[in-house]
């Protein structure tokens, strides 16, 4: 089937992203104000809806919504209808709101026949500022923009006087196999909210490189901040990160759910990189 077109709807949102249309000759419906046949085709749009809508609203998320290593609203995830991706499941649902960040990533969507659906469309968020963005634009797409703001201001209340414990230290986000997170992402935002500097960028790496241990030890990065599910052994990837010669640099241990997308478990991840660090200098002294 052909790729679908987006077509701006009249009324758009804040910011960039916004409700669209899938192409059509036919009349557009008009989307309801508060939809009652929402479905997620995104992990991190997941977390945004669940966080956000009734759950009676939503009747369809991605097949890792309930995952507790993937996503921090798993619990609110169970019970709800599971989608494998496909395009018929969507039909079948006949949704009244799509939402994806960014949409154009789901190959259901570019599979979906020409239909009228409206569609939020949310840009990929890595910093704080668009996590934000992308909360006000999904509360008002579900219906409840007041959400959105006590969502916000509670996120601004967990982040007032966040420590930057950090001091300037340099930190790696290392993970299986030996992957390292760069520059311009959400755990690199992280850092700097802390007060640390990203060895990545320091080394000049793009936002995803591998760096070999022998490579990780010359660096000398004051800490590691390792996927708490890396924390024991489970499989050849995550062997490495427990190389003898890693064992002396300190570790910041953070839940992937927190960080592997731009969502309201920023905070979580934020305080508890600061919380580590503290006790990480309280033993040092």
């Known amino acids: 089937m052909r790729r679908r077109s987006l077509l701006a709807a009249a009324a758009l949102l804040a910011g960039s992203a916004g409700l669209l249309w899938a192409a059509s000759p036919a009349p557009r419906a008009k989307a309801p104000a508060v939809p009652q046949r929402i479905v997620s085709i995104n992990l991190c749009a997941d977390q945004l809806v669940l966080a956000l809508a009734d759950r009676k609203q939503i009747a369809g998320l991605t097949k890792n919504a309930t995952d507790a290593e993937m996503s921090g609203e798993a619990a609110k995830a169970r019970g709800i209808p599971l989608l494998s991706n496909s395009a018929e499941q969507i039909l079948a649902i006949e949704p009244d ?15 979906l026949p020409e239909r009228t659906y409206p569609l939020l469309d949310l840009d990929t968020a890595n910093t704080l500022g668009e996590i934000y963005t992308s909360i006000r634009q999904t509360a008002v797409a579900v219906g409840h923009p007041a959400r959105g703001d006590a969502l916000i201001a509670r996120m601004e209340g967990e982040m007032a006087g966040l420590p930057q414990p950090g001091k300037g230290r340099v930190a790696a986000y290392y993970q299986r196999r030996g992957y390292m997170t760069g520059t311009g992402t959400l755990i690199d935002e992280l850092m700097t909210r802390v007060g640390l500097v990203n060895l990545a960028g ?13 490579e990780m030890v010359a660096a000398k990065p004051d800490y590691l901040i390792v996927e708490s599910a890396t924390n024991k052994v489970t499989d050849q990837g995550s062997e490495m990160l ?14 992937q759910a927190w960080t592997v997308c731009g969502s309201p478990a920023y905070t979580q991840a934020a305080r508890s990189m600061a919380a580590q660090i503290l006790r990480l200098d309280g033993k040092r002294s």
Do not use: F, T
């Open 97 to 111: 709101l799509i939402v994806g960040m960014p949409a154009s990533r789901s190959a259901a969507l570019r599979a």
């Open 202 to 214: 320091k080394l000049g790496k793009p936002p995803l490189s591998q760096l070999s241990i022998e």
């Open 242 to 255: 427990h190389h003898p010669a890693l064992k002396d640099i300190p570790r910041i241990s953070v839940p």
